[in-house]
């Protein structure tokens, strides 16, 4: 009787360390690099949804930023890849440490425009008049039109006057189409070395911005998630995302009328580089998500642009600027 309370005991002990990412043996390596999940889209949107309601100021573009968000979610159930290389390609990219999922190389290969017309199918009933007439406006664009604007987003641009309002939808029918491509990859790719760490090592493009994750292996420790294909990377807290260096670093965050947080959202600004990245806390609030949090926190971009000579590093596509 007496042995099994002690193992009882020892057990629940364990149990406790692990949370803190902690083994008898030593500290638990987190994974340097962890592909996105399908229900990706349908978190999001909830969260979407959550923020509209808190962020009011924001509601109509949040709400809207929902209603995409769900029909990615539709639209990854329903299409299938029709790319299909095999298995040795990605395997000689792994093993070399380059991206897999190249998008600059592969934008003519995914079948990305499948998914921009099935994106606008699932919007169109429903969102508003203005919107709809957007869509109508994206349908009637060629391919070449459509092929141009999504080169512009994987190159992280802000579009012209005549495309800017259409960039989040081609952004949102790329991120589908990268996001389905990523669960044919045969394992996650390597920790990348260097600068080849400031962009997505599954596909090349830019972060949208940092998380601090929750869980038993990544309790509390960051990772940069990419803008297009959703994979996560390893990045160290307190140093700087695209310089590295540390000497420099300061937090700025929104703060609401009774002082607190209105989000688990932080900037962590470099005065080495001059760029800033924000932080999304999951350890705040669980259900938070970079792409949406990044664009309910807007203000805190005007309040930096305001204050400081320095330009964001990561890339949102659905955040439409200038
Ligand atoms: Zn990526
Ligand atoms: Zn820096």
């Known amino acids: 009787m007496h ?20 083994t008898p043996g030593g500290v638990v390596e987190p994974p340097a690099v962890v592909l996105p999940e399908r229900r ?13 309601r808190r962020m009011r100021s924001m509601a109509d573009f949040l709400g809207f930023a929902a ?22 390609a990605f395997e000689l990219a792994l093993e070399h440490g380059m991206p897999p999922l190249m998008a600059q190389t592969l934008q003519h290969d ?15 009933l429903n969102v508003g008049q203005a919107q709809q007439q957007l869509i109508r406006q ?12 999504a080169a512009e987003v994987l190159n992280a641009g802000n579009g012209t006057e005549d495309t800017r ?15 389905r491509q990523c669960s044919v990859l045969p394992r996650p790719p390597k920790r990348a070395e260097g600068v080849a ?34 994979a996560e990377w390893y990045m160290e807290r307190a140093r700087c995302t695209t310089c590295f260096e540390t000497g420099k670093l300061d937090y700025v965050s929104l703060e609401g009328e009774d002082g607190k947080r209105p989000l688990p959202v932080r900037a962590e600004t470099c005065g080495d580089c001059h760029s800033y990245v924000k932080i999304v806390h999951l350890d705040t609030e669980v259900d938070a998500d970079a792409l949406a949090d990044d664009l309910a926190s807007l203000g805190l971009d005007i309040m930096i642009a305001g204050e400081r000579d320095i330009g964001r590093s990561s890339y949102n596509p659905w955040l439409i600027t200038g």
């Open 3 to 22: 042995h099994l309370t002690t193992e009882l005991a020892m057990t629940a002990e364990h149990q406790a360390e692990h949370d803190y990412g902690v």
């Open 110 to 124: 995914l079948d990305w425009q499948e998914d921009l017309n099935a994106l606008c199918d699932a919007l169109e």
């Open 138 to 149: 994206l349908r009637a664009l060629d391919v070449t039109a459509r092929q141009d604007m």
């Open 40 to 52: 990706l889209f349908s978190q999001r949107a909830r969260r979407l949804r959550d923020l509209s």
């Open 67 to 88: 209603r995409l968000a769900q029909a990615q979610h539709q639209v990854l159930q329903k299409q299938v890849s029709t790319f299909a290389p095999d298995a040795e």
């Open 197 to 230: 760490q400031t962009v997505c090592p599954c596909c090349g493009s830019l972060p949208v911005a940092s998380l601090i994750q929750v869980g038993r292996e990544r309790s509390r420790v960051r990772y940069m998630q990419c803008s297009i294909c959703a």
């Open 165 to 179: 309002a259409f960039m989040p939808l081609v952004a949102a029918a790329l991120q589908v189409a990268w996001l």
